[in-house]
């Protein structure tokens, strides 16, 4: 059974730095390119940022230079470092795994929940 387990949600002040952790079961994560993306109340699912299997990094644009993503292939966990965290960045965030060959095979973890409130 492939489970995605995020974990290191919580509340933060603005300006405030706050990491996520997501540890891949039933998989072998350097074969999937892992991402994390996030959902605000009432916002449609966005992308935050995602890494390959060679790690190569993509972010969204209003993260981009505010947070890094990185994967441990050992550990088969991907993390999320968010620093100058802003209120605009409250959400759920999940984690994602894709693999497309030889089929597409995508999963997504249950979310953490991430509030930047003074």
């Known amino acids: 059974q492939v489970q995605l387990v995020e974990s290191g949600g919580g509340l933060v002040q603005p300006g405030g730095s706050l990491s996520l952790a997501c540890a891949a079961s039933?998989?072998?994560?350097?074969?999937?390119?892992m991402g994390w993306y996030r959902q605000a109340p009432g916002k449609q699912r966005e992308l935050v940022a995602t890494i390959t299997t060679s790690s190569n990094t993509n972010y969204a644009d209003y993260v981009k230079g505010r947070f890094t993503i990185s994967r441990d292939n050992v550990k088969n966990t991907v993390f999320l470092r968010m620093s100058s965290l802003k209120p605009e960045d409250t959400a759920v965030y999940y984690c994602n795994g894709v693999k497309t060959w030889p089929r597409r095979f995508e999963y997504w973890g249950q979310g953490t929940q991430v509030t930047v409130s003074s």
């Open positions: 039933g998989i072998a994560n350097n074969t999937y390119s």
